[in-house]
């Protein structure tokens, strides 16, 4: 006989643990979008306590809605070795451009860094940072339906080495440091430079420059670089997300090394 109390019981537990062991971890990444799924991957498959929280209840950002809802992403020769990593199937479209099934691409993210040991949250934002001696130390969380209730109530807080900022064109967590201590980020002007409009080309390049250290302790990758570097948005090519995600592991990875 099945028991209802059971079923509780089990999830309550099993949830708890999880979220216990996640109080303090290597990396938080902000933000389940293709950028910061791929560094969630590389992280923990290089051995990393990778813990990512993400606000909405499906993971994949904007990859799921390809371009104006037609479920199909491009990704360019650069972003071909990623694919082949996630063994995400791919058409040549023609030299120099590859389809994939956004569906297909979100859930083999998805699925691989899961398996790879990547802690995934769903459902929870990170509404604020912690900050000790100029060095963002950890994130401050609440469950994303308190934000949308827009109810008062006090967050909680988890502790990590490095946090990155994998949020997509509104750069969040870099905009909570921003806010909070003007003029010091490390971009030319000291604050957020703002994305610039539609240029593919230099966009997809300048997605991978851009993915750096904002602040001492903060990486941005994905749109969230070009928000904060000033770079141009790219539409529905993908190979930049995907590499800026695969660069930012390696940086983190690197400092972590020392
Ligand atoms: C928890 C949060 C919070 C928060 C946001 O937008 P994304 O898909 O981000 P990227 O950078 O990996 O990919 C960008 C790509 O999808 C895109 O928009 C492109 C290529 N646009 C080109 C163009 O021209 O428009 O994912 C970000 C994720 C989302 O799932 C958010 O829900 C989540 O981050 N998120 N999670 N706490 N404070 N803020």
Known sequence: MIEETTISKAIIESYLKDLLSSIESDVIIAGAGPSG?????????????????ERALKLGGGMPGGGIMFNKIVV?????????????????YQSGYYVADSLEATACLTDKALKA???IFNLITIEDVIVREQCVSGVVINWSSVEMAKLHIDPISFKSKMVIDA?????????????????TLLTPSGNIEGEKSMWADAAERLTLEN????????????????????????GPIFGGMLLSGKKVAEIVMEKLRG
Request: glycine residues 12%.
């Open 117 to 119: 040991g990547l802690k």
């Open 211 to 234: 993915t750096k250290e904002v602040y001492a302790n903060l990486f941005v990758c994905g749109m969230a670089a070009n928000a904060v570097f000033g770079g141009p948005r790219m």
């Open 37 to 53: 799924l791929c560094a969630g991957y590389y992280l923990a498959k290089n051995g990393y306590k990778t813990i990512l929280f």
């Open 76 to 92: 360019q020769d650069e972003g071909k070795v990623i694919l082949d990593e996630f063994g995400i199937r791919y058409e040549t």
């Open 167 to 183: 949020t997509g064109h509104p750069a969040e967590i870099a905009t909570i440091v921003e806010r909070k201590s003007s003029g």
